[in-house]
């Protein structure tokens, strides 16, 4: 039962234009995401997060929407430059029982042509 | 550089084995996790230490175990493998106990485990 879900594995985007990565969870136990991004080789690092109580973060071109009410957010980048070209987990965590653990999703290819 | 260390980078081994995998966290952190990531899967977690002892568990097999020794650095053994076993394990370090809303995990770059 994956309660992160990212349904897309895959996404390209031409440099310059804006990415969109959708992620959707079913546990209404969770209170904050984060996104991460991994490279090849490389640990996930973490990229940009959103607590419950908000529905928009913004970190310079990196901004996360929270839907609450769809149990749905979205990772945007503008404008995308060949170097967001990794892999993105979305993943969520709660304060009580299984929630209180990042919960990650199974991640979206985002490429970026130059 | 996450700071999280992971050791051996690949490992080949064959069904019935075991293996150990290791994982030095970032200086002055006080937890590790592991987290199995298989093929077009999510990264699953698999148990926490903090400062020695156990903290929670998640979809961890009984055929696998960890710890956490008095350095802080942690090993996981994965014995009676199987081909499903075959997969990436991270290790991630944080500096509390866990539970902290917005407290974030650094990884490893990684084991990749190779069942044969």
């Known amino acids: 039962d994956q309660q992160v879900k990212q349904n897309s594995p895959s996404l390209s985007v031409q440099e310059g234009r804006i990415s969109i990565l959708n992620c959707d969870y079913t546990?209404?136990?969770?209170?904050?995401f984060l996104w991460y991004k991994k490279y090849p080789a490389e640990g996930p690092t973490f990229l940009i997060s959103?607590?419950?109580?908000?529905d928009k973060n913004e970190d310079g071109r990196f901004t996360v929407f929270l839907n609450k009410s769809a149990k749905h957010l979205s990772l945007h980048i503008v404008p995308s430059q060949p170097g967001d070209s990794a892999v993105y987990f979305c993943?969520?965590?709660?304060?009580?029982?299984?929630?209180?653990?990042?919960?990650f999703g199974s991640g979206t290819q985002l490429t970026v042509l130059p | 550089d996450s700071g999280v260390t992971q050791t051996p980078k690949h490992l080949i081994t064959a069904t019935g084995q075991r293996v150990t995998l290791r994982c030095s966290p970032r200086?002055?952190?006080?937890?590790v996790y592991w987290y199995q990531q298989s093929l077009d899967q999510g990264l699953q977690f698999l148990i926490q230490?903090?400062?020695?002892?156990?903290?929670a568990k998640g979809n961890i097999l009984e055929r696998f175990s960890a710890q956490q020794f008095p350095d802080l650095h942690s090993e996981l053994n994965l014995s009676s493998l199987e081909l499903g076993d075959s997969a990436l394990y991270f290790c991630?370090?944080?500096?509390?106990?866990?539970?902290?809303?917005?407290?974030?995990?650094?990884f490893g770059s990684g084991t990749q485990l190779s069942v044969l």
């Open positions: 959103i607590s419950s109580i908000k």
């Open positions: 230490y903090y400062n020695g002892e156990e903290r």
């Open positions: 546990n209404s136990m969770f209170d904050y």
């Open positions: 200086s002055g952190d006080l937890s």
């Open positions: 993943a969520a965590r709660g304060t009580s029982g299984s929630a209180r653990q990042l919960t």
């Open positions: 991630a370090s944080s500096v509390s106990q866990g539970g902290l809303l917005d407290e974030k995990l650094f």
